[in-house]
């Protein structure tokens, strides 16, 4: 008899911990996610030592507010791969999402190999890296990294740190949510959060005036965020997957970087197994 196909999507019971509630537009990116993690560990076990990272954990349990059932979040799937990684890099800032995702991993998953931080994403990644396992092999690490922020609240330079390693990244591009939503208030001059996020603080001089028409901003915004990472050596051949509410309206985007083939192959995959796939701009 064949074996059952590893689902992403885990429903669990209420355990009385924290949990955070996510439209029913997230399960798809839990499914990226989840395969991703899926194809990789099964793809390159055996040949480097494998971490994964999550530097915005959240609470492990996530309740999908229409229909009310609750799931796995992003780094309880990672740990629940058929293939497991050989090591977790959990972080998140807020103390009571951490301590309910602690509690979780150490009930759910009590035999992996995890390294605990309740910091800013911003400041604590330098650390983290310091701080992961020394193999007692002669294997290579590769670190897949899921960034998931509700906002533009990612620093490039903590991608810049990233890129120092083998690291693979996942991220969510809160281009419409954060990006567009509050453009007034980014173009004000004391805001920092543009600057911060593209790695440029002169990004304003590449607009004319405060008027920045919606469609022209968000692109912006990912074509900066490109260009920087493919001055780092990733690779820009995959396309970014939208996760639209409805049918029509794009939230936000999920973003891969790889800087090897093997990585882009792996998402390219991925991808195709979703039949909602829509091109960016
Ligand atoms: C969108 S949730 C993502 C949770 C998780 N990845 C999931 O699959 O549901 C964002 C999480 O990031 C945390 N967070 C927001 N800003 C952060 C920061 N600067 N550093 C670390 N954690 C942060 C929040 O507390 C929240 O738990």
């Known amino acids: 008899m064949m074996a059952a196909k590893w689902d992403p999507i885990q429903y669990v019971e209420d355990d009385d911990l924290p949990v955070m509630e996510i439209g029913p537009w997230a399960q798809k990116k839990f499914k990226l996610v989840g395969k991703y993690c899926d194809i990789f560990t099964k793809g390159m076990k055996g040949k480097w030592n494998l971490i994964y990272m999550d530097l915005f954990c959240g609470p492990g349990f996530v309740r999908n507010k229409v229909s009310g059932q609750l799931m796995r979040n992003s780094a309880l799937i990672a740990m629940s791969t058929p293939v497991p990684f050989d090591h977790y890099i959990l972080n998140d800032f807020d103390r009571a999402a951490f301590e309910a995702m602690k509690a979780r991993v150490d009930r759910l998953h009590p035999e992996l190999s995890v390294q605990y931080s309740c ?112 001055a780092l050596g990733y690779r820009l051949d995959t396309k970014k997957e939208p996760i639209s509410m409805g049918s029509r309206r794009i939230i936000y985007y999920l973003a891969f970087y790889s800087k090897h083939e093997r990585g882009s192959e792996f998402f390219g995959k991925i991808q195709r197994g979703n039949n909602d796939q829509l091109e960016l701009f």
């Open 119 to 230: 910091a800013d994403a911003n400041s604590c990644v330098e650390e983290l890296l310091a701080g992961r396992p020394t193999f007692s092999n002669s294997k290579q690490t590769l670190t897949f990294c899921f960034i998931d922020p509700f906002s533009l609240n990612l620093d490039f330079e903590t991608i810049r740190i990233l890129a120092k390693e083998k690291v693979d990244i996942l991220m969510l591009h809160a281009l419409q949510m954060d990006g567009n939503r509050n453009r007034g208030r980014y173009w004000q001059p004391d805001h920092e959060r543009v600057a911060r996020f593209t790695g440029n603080p002169d990004w304003r001089s590449k607009f004319a005036d405060d008027r920045i028409p919606v469609h022209s901003f968000c692109k912006f915004l990912a074509d900066e965020f490109d260009v920087n990472m493919k």
